[in-house]
């Protein structure tokens, strides 16, 4: 099964289906029993709980090949977004694939890569598509319960977007971005 952790997040997201609830005490670690604990991977566990209880070790396997499929998926589609010939996207896709399996195990940070290449992929499609600026709240909150503990990437990347946008702008609020800010803002 991989992972160090992965019963825990498995049993937190049972617990979670089981008792309506999220939990607010550890009930698994020896050393921390009844701890005030927050499961900052809450979605994910409820995702690896269904999958491993209705398909058992096969399901996770799917998962975590379809997650690593669609994150190299989207590594190519913001290489051609940024006008990176086919030929070169296609071998620097391939060539991630190497470091990503290293890091890519039954675990809840898994979904980060794509979530990170997700806000990418809108931050580039945003001008022509202004609508796309609520994808970020959207991305951010799926991101805090999938894998909150390195949600501060994604606001990181939230934050340098925004620079990004006022260096652009001179500093100035203009009109046409006030969807941006206020999206990149609740994020």
């Known amino acids: 099964e991989g992972g160090g952790?992965?019963?825990h997040h498995v049993n937190t997201g049972k617990q979670i289906i089981e008792f309506?609830?999220?939990?607010?005490?550890?009930?698994y670690t020896h050393t921390a029993g009844g701890q005030p604990w927050i499961a900052h991977s809450?979605?994910?566990?409820?995702?690896?709980?269904l999958l491993?209880?209705?398909?058992?070790?096969?399901?996770?396997?799917?998962?975590?090949?379809?997650?690593?499929?669609?994150?190299i998926l989207l590594l190519y589609y913001l290489l051609r977004l940024n006008n990176v010939?086919?030929?070169?996207?296609l071998l620097a896709s391939a060539a991630a694939i190497g470091?990503?399996?290293t890091r890519f195990p039954n675990r809840p940070e898994i979904f980060s890569y794509s979530l990170l290449l997700s806000i990418l992929i809108v931050d580039r499609l945003r001008i022509k598509h202004p609508r796309l600026n609520l994808l970020f709240p959207v991305i951010i909150l799926v991101w805090a319960n999938f894998y909150g503990s390195?949600?501060?990437?994604?606001?990181g990347l939230i934050v340098i977007l925004i620079v990004k946008q006022l260096l652009s702008d001179k500093f100035r609020f203009l009109k046409p971005q006030k969807l941006f800010y206020f999206s990149a803002l609740i994020s």
């Open 150 to 155: 390195s949600i501060i990437a994604g606001i």
């Open 20 to 27: 309506k609830s999220f939990p607010f005490t550890d009930i």
């Open 42 to 49: 809450c979605g994910s566990g409820i995702i690896l709980y």
């Open 99 to 101: 470091p990503l399996l």
């Open 52 to 71: 491993y209880s209705w398909f058992g070790p096969i399901g996770i396997s799917l998962l975590v090949s379809f997650t690593g499929a669609t994150t």
């Open 5 to 7: 952790d992965f019963y």
């Open 85 to 89: 010939s086919k030929p070169i996207s």
